[in-house]
């Protein structure tokens, strides 16, 4: 058995990428999603005067959500944001059109995923045949259904079957039970897990703080500045990251 027996997986920037500025920032894909829910919702007979202004009032909406979860920890849905969003501004949204005006917006977002540099699907088909266990945890306010589907898409879903998104579990990343959910759900201690991740606050400190290894995968899209947080690796591809936990298995 290996010493290592679990590796968790941060989404967006480690798997795959979502947030790809300029053109595809999150603030962009968000933008052109909710253009065409409201299209949707317009032909279904919501009154949405100003497109523009309900754009910028669920951007105005999400900024404020993601730094309340900074400070508290606590997560929220997409749902949520485009309904106070559009309340902010008037806009009611009938219930019976909510489904096809929010499938139209994620096919929106699915639609500019990429895969990662590297052999994703390689790499966690050599990891599980090394006697890993393999899980990820992430933060996002998008559906799990849509991440489900583009990890489907992109070879890797069958790979892990333990999941944690923030939107459901209540949390986000740092906060420790986030971490705690998924490592019980794969029945194992911290000190023989990591978590690989693209950002040092949530994807390092986090993870440490509750007893994992932490390792930084390079990403073009997330550039860190000098910290006192410091990963227990560094790698500029997740191709290196078999070879990296067969040295740790040999000295942990």
Not at 30 to 48: H, Q, S
Not at 131 to 141: C, E, P, Q
């Amino acid at each position: 058995m290996p010493a290592i027996q679990v590796i968790l997986f941060d989404l967006g920037g480690t798997l795959l990428h979502y947030d790809q500025p300029p053109e595809h920032s999150f603030e962009a894909i968000n933008a052109r999603a909710l253009r065409a829910f409201l299209k949707v919702a317009v032909e279904g007979g919501a009154k949405v005067p100003d497109p523009d202004l309900a754009v910028r009032a669920v951007g105005r909406m999400a900024s404020a959500m993601e730094a309340k979860a900074k400070r508290t920890h606590y997560a929220n849905s997409a749902d949520l944001i485009l309904q106070e969003g559009l309340a902010a501004v008037d806009i009611v949204v009938p219930e019976k059109i909510w489904p096809a005006a929010l499938a139209v917006y994620y096919k929106a977002i699915s639609a500019v995923v990429q895969p990662v540099m590297g052999d994703a699907p390689g790499v966690l088909a050599k990891l599980t045949a090394q006697g890993r266990a393999l899980g990820l945890v992430s933060n996002t306010f998008w559906a799990p259904e849509m991440h489900d589907a583009d990890l489907a898409r992109f070879g890797l879903l069958e790979y892990l079957p333990v999941r944690v998104y923030s939107c459901e579990a209540g949390f986000v990343k740092p906060d420790q039970r986030i971490f705690r959910r998924a490592l019980d759900q794969l029945d194992v201690a911290p000190a023989e897990a990591v978590f690989v991740g693209d950002k040092l606050d949530v994807d390092v400190a986090g993870p440490q703080k509750v007893g994992m290894h932490a390792v930084l995968v390079a990403s073009p899209y997330q550039i860190e500045s000098p910290s006192d947080i410091k990963p227990d690796a560094r790698i500029d591809s997740i191709d290196e990251l078999p070879e990296l936990l067969e040295e740790w298995d040999r000295t942990l």
